[in-house]
């Protein structure tokens, strides 16, 4: 079975610049996250979804960021306009239950971003 | 004050040892915790849950839970390379607005060395 599937894997682009990034959940989740991981903050939630309604996005750092899921196999994650500090390796995740009741969230192979 | 809390390391220990890994969390309230490793370059992965007071087991893997003192371990018993990672603690939230959120520690670096 295909696991949790991210696009692109690796993002290089200029400060300024739109970035979006894509995620298809595993068939059948209802609950799907977006994380950010950096050396120095960790993994942080960023949003997360249940049936495609966002339930809590007090993690998304600014107006620049935002996250849509307009469906149950897909979401963006978007930031406009990039800066460099927005480097990151972004993961999405997903989990059957809402909030991830399980606790197993099974993540994608994540987004390398770098702004420069 | 941080949700987790975690040593960062790098915690390194010979091949064959026991390696220690612990958490600790600052909701007394939650109820569900959990330990994932991630390889270098890789996405974490679930390897042990635990929900209540005691030991869990499974294969090498131990997972120790102290509500009281809210603390959260991992026990690796006779390591090996394969092991070197980073084992992250994540807890889940179980109130309020952050109800169901899991909550990761930043991680920390296990090198096993042959």
């Known amino acids: 079975d295909a696991g949790v599937i991210q696009s692109p894997r690796h993002e290089v682009t200029e400060m300024g610049q739109e970035v979006t990034l894509r995620c298809k959940p595993i068939s059948g989740h209802n609950s799907l996250f977006w994380y950010r991981q950096t050396m120095m903050r960790g993994l942080e939630l960023l949003i997360y979804f249940n049936n495609n309604v966002p339930i809590d996005d007090s993690g998304m750092p600014e107006d620049r960021f935002s996250a849509k899921m307009p469906n149950a196999s897909f979401s963006t994650l978007k930031i406009q306009p990039s800066e460099p500090r927005d480097s990151a390796v972004y993961f999405c995740?997903?989990?059957?239950?809402?909030?991830?009741?399980?606790?197993?969230?099974?993540f994608g192979e994540g987004s390398r971003l770098t702004v420069l | 004050q941080k949700e987790v809390e975690q040593n960062s390391g790098p915690l390194s220990v010979p091949e064959g040892a026991i390696a220690s890994l612990n958490c600790t969390y600052s909701d007394r309230g939650s109820q569900s915790f959990f330990w994932y490793r991630q390889y270098s370059g890789k996405s974490p992965e679930l390897i042990m849950s635990?929900?209540?007071?005691g030991d869990k087991e499974d294969g090498r893997f131990t997972a120790q839970l102290n509500k009281a003192s809210q603390y959260v371990s991992l026990l690796i018993r006779d390591s090996q390379p394969s092991d070197s990672a980073t084992y992250l603690c994540?807890?889940?939230?179980?109130?309020?607005?952050?109800?169901?959120?899991?909550?990761f520690g930043r991680g920390t670096q296990l090198t096993v060395w042959p």
């Open positions: 994540a807890v889940k939230q179980n109130r309020g607005s952050t109800l169901g959120r899991l909550y």
């Open positions: 995740a997903s989990s059957l239950g809402q909030g991830g009741s399980t606790g197993e969230l099974f």
């Open positions: 635990i929900y209540s007071n």
